[in-house]
């Protein structure tokens, strides 16, 4: 079994900066896409970042500038830093994975239990 997850999230004031982390375990062969959604109450879950294998990223746009993502294969973790926080970044912030287990030959989606960011004065 496969298990992502995530820490750093809480409440800061606006201009500030947060860092999360994602930790995937188990019986990991490969993880092939690494990333982060977010979502708002009352609005759809909507992606924020992913990062490939080979560090290949692609943010949504309003994040771009602000938001940077990681990625240590060494760790099976993905890092967010932002940066520049603004009210409207505050959200539940989930991490995602396309994991491919040992003795399989296709990944597949999992996601993390959320970290609550709330940016507000």
């Known amino acids: 079994q496969v298990q992502l997850v995530e820490s750093g999230g809480g409440l800061v004031q606006p201009g500030g900066s947060l860092r999360l982390s994602c930790a995937a375990s188990?019986?990991?062969?490969?993880?092939?896409?690494m990333g982060w959604y977010r979502q708002a109450p009352g609005k759809q879950r909507e992606l924020v970042v992913v990062?490939?294998?080979?560090?290949?990223?692609s943010y949504a746009d309003s994040v771009k500038g602000r938001f940077t993502i990681s990625r240590d294969n060494a760790k099976n973790t993905v890092y967010l830093q932002m940066n520049s926080l603004k009210p409207e970044d505050t959200a539940v912030y989930y991490c995602?994975?396309?994991?491919?287990?040992?003795?399989?030959?296709?990944?597949?989606?999992?996601w993390g239990q959320g970290t609550q960011v709330t940016v507000s004065s």
């Open positions: 995602n994975a396309a994991i491919q287990m040992v003795r399989t030959t296709t990944p597949r989606n999992y």
């Open positions: 188990g019986s990991i062969f490969r993880i092939a896409v």
């Open positions: 990062i490939t294998s080979g560090n290949t990223t």
